[in-house]
């Protein structure tokens, strides 16, 4: 099941539907500010993007149509699959998905983890068959973890 698919399944809501939404909020007096780090997602074709630069109106768009914003999410009640688990190993950080492990499936895996350390971004990519998890060989005072899953987004250790 693609995300696309998996979103209208879950809301009720056709992708006709959405994209006329989405339309509707093309115009950029209602498009909120773009923000560095913000992952948008194009829901024609799923390519997932991130802000690096922020521009000034809102304009990121992907198939002719204006991105959808994927919010963090942080409290999964499907046995916490999704929210990432920092622990400190030798020489730096394992991010596991999650306290219960997330499958890694053709049709359903996590497609990164960032560690986010003293500031800096380490962003590992994985596919399916792989574990949900990666090892960052760095030290920081200060450690923070986000990850994407295919179908259920973007989340992040509280
Ligand atoms: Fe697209
Ligand atoms: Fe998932």
Redesign the pocket.
């Known amino acids: 099941m693609k995300r696309r698919e998996f979103f209208s399944a879950a809301t009720g809501i056709g992708v006709g539907t959405l994209l006329t939404g989405t339309a509707a909020a093309a115009d950029k007096e209602e498009r909120p500010a773009e923000k560095r780090r913000q992952v948008y997602e194009c829901i024609e074709c799923e390519a997932v993007v991130e802000v690096l630069v922020a521009g000034d109106p809102p304009s990121l768009v992907h198939c002719d149509e204006p991105m959808e914003l994927i919010e963090d999410q942080t409290t999964d009640p ?1 046995k916490n ?2 929210v990432p688990v920092i622990e400190k190993v030798d020489g730096g950080y394992k991010v596991k998905v999650g306290s219960t492990a ?2 890694m499936t053709k049709s ?3 497609t990164w983890i960032e560690l986010i350390a003293d500031g800096r971004v380490h962003r590992q990519y994985l596919k399916a068959g792989d574990k949900p998890e990666a090892v960052f060989h760095v030290e920081a005072k200060k450690v923070a973890a986000r990850e994407h ?5 973007l989340w992040k250790d509280k």
């Open positions: 499907a699959k999704h997330h499958p359903h895996y996590i899953c295919n179908l259920h987004g």
